[in-house]
């Protein structure tokens, strides 16, 4: 009997020792393409990133223990959804951050949403995922299509591009940010007048700009991404489609396009971002931090995956855990704040909620050198870059 | 948007042209895939690989070296055919006297590590390569706006095509080769240096492949997964024109250019499918290819 009350209370007092003791264990996958037409402007820059964010809170300090895995869903919404499933299943994955292409993160989605645990999306572009797709577990974090839209679409009409031609790419993202772009094109009173859908990493896109070229379409508008957009805008003006009068809006630039363009064949291009990497001293000082480790600047996508991660841990180090809905919870509740994007909120249906930026490729010669491209034209305030709620589709929003 | 029937007869010249240019490189490419096919029996899967490195060594030729695309026209096959000429030696002709399969195998595994080793070195984002001066601007046709690149691509792989044709089919070399291939003991006691030639043979596979590459470069970006793309389609247009055939493989490289041509105007959706739909179509009616000798 003694030794049996012994025992008990042993046991007891090392319950109620393990909280204090024990380390809370985040798990953190970084699911993106690695090796595809997308690898450059996430993939492994993704991970060096959310190392960045892990080292910058400095978990080790605070008792919790975080392991960062990553993995290649080769832009296949199939492979992309057995990941997650894996990693939620068998490797007890908490949080699955950045997923580019929206087919695969429509999947991911939906496997976060299922498994209850946590989606922070920076990487993906359609704005369904805080429209119809809409789930508690997903923060979309960087951008999306309607922000995109928004921004250049117009800007292009004010400039009077008021009718438009897309070339876009045929699947999930590229009909979503044809369809946002569209809609803002009309309400803005431009007329669409066609589009053309071309299938995801195609080579050659004289066909398709030609007959973008006969539309008469004043602009027109490259609804597609990465690989895609370099080979159209280096084709469009193989075959002199600017100098004929016809103005091109690409819809979807990153860095690392211009880079791969150069500022010879890309300079005056209008597009919408939501990182400059000099905008102020501490997106600068990021920059270069990033570019020490990874050798180029981040894109902001790999800068978008830096914020959510950050934002997470420290969730997790105000609940105390790594329970899914508890840490939402709390992210939705405070705002928050780090170097790329100043601080920011999110909203009921998961739309981080920041500036975005409206830029003007350089010329040339007004480039002071090595990775400086980008001119700002104007900041578009947080509350006009995103599709209000009301407008979205998003039944959880809208109780 | 274009109807079927509303199309005007100027945009469909425009889009037949186009066709007509991206037939060029499937023809140049098929070639040589063919060459080395018909001769050596090797499935050659590294060709894509081959042809991006065309375009990089291009590239560096330019940056690195600053030799400009003329030369990089002579130097890049020539670099790359000799880089084939090595990986034969090493590897490929340790497979001759097994199945196609394992020579496949082996050039996929190698295609794979080369494009893996680029990846990581250039990132998949590609480099700019501009035109030289002699090809920028075009000629306005009427019906459109003709790039000069584009055209020259078009007489390039052309004269290309010709020449290679007319060499294994007309002349004494090309009698040895096709000799060598049917009989290399025979033809080996007429003291002639059979593996020398087969040899030769592939680097001159690879080096049309590197060839593609340096037209692809200024016009397309210079892109590690750029010839990842394409051979799959490639291997389409062979087996089509009937595996071997030389005639065969530059003829329905640029039909096929065409035809994907018209798809993209009347289809866009399609002209991704629209070879490999072709390929099922005659493997049903005709298995040996268009082109092809009944086996």
Known sequence: MKLAKALLATAAIAAMAVPALAETDVKIGVLNDRSGLYADLA??????????????????????AVEILSADHQNKPDVGSNIARQWIDTDEVDVIVDVPTSSVALAVNEVVREKDKVFLASGPATSDLTGKACSPNTIHWTYDTYSLANGTGKAMVEQGGDTWFFLTADYAFGHALERDTAAVVEASGGKVLGNVRHPLSSSDFSSFLLQAQSSGAKVIGLANAGGDTVNSIKQA???????????????????????????????????????????????????????EKHGKNPTMVQAGVYSAVLHYLKGVEAVGSDDADAVLEWMKANPSNDPIFGEATIRKDGRHMHDMY????????????????????????????????????CEMAKQ | ?????????????????????????????????????????????THGAQYMLGAFVAWMLLNYLGIGYWWALLLAPVIVGLLGVIMERLFIRRLYHLDHLYGLLLTFGLALIITGIFKQQFGVSGLPYSAPALLSGG???????????????????????????????????????????????????????????????????????????????????????MGENLIIVVFAVVVIGGMGSILGSIITGFGLGLVEGLTRVFYPEGSAVVVFVIMAIVLLVKPAGLFGREI
């Open chain 2, 139 to 225: 000629y306005n046709l009427g019906f459109m706006y003709l790039p000069v690149s584009r055209a020259w691509v078009i007489l390039a792989s052309a004269i290309v095509c010709f020449g290679t044709w007319f060499v294994i089919e007309k002349t004494r070399l090309g009698a040895y080769l096709r000799a060598a291939t049917e009989n290399p003991t025979l033809v080996g006691a007429f003291g002639i240096n059979v593996p020398l030639l087969i040899t030769a043979t592939y680097g001159f596979g690879v080096a049309l492949a590197a060839f593609a590459g340096v037209l692809a470069a200024p016009i397309y970006s210079v892109n590690p997964i």
């Open chain 2, 1 to 45: 948007m274009f109807e079927l029937i509303g199309i005007p007869p100027q945009a469909l010249f425009g889009q037949l042209l186009l066709g007509l240019i991206n037939g060029s490189f499937y023809a140049v490419l098929s070639l040589g895939l063919a060459v080395i096919f018909g001769l050596l029996n090797i499935i050659n899967f």
């Open chain 1, 237 to 291: 003006a193989e075959f002199g489609i600017v100098q004929a009068g016809q103005s091109l809006a690409g819809l979807l630039i990153f860095s690392t396009d211009v880079a791969a363009l150069g500022l010879e064949t890309a300079q005056g291009l209008v597009l919408t971002n939501a990182f400059l990497a000099d905008r102020n001293e501490d997106t600068a000082a990021f920059s270069a931090r990033f570019k």
């Open chain 1, 43 to 64: 993939g492994e820059g993704s991970v060096v990133a959310a190392r960045m964010a892990v080292e910058d809170f400095d978990a080790a300090s605070k008792d919790i």
């Open chain 1, 358 to 393: 409206l830029l003007q490729v350089k010329s040339p010669d007004e480039s002071a050198g090595e990775e400086d491209y980008f001119k700002l034209l104007a900041t578009i305030p947080a509350e006009e870059a995103f599709r209000s709620i009301e407008d979205g589709e």
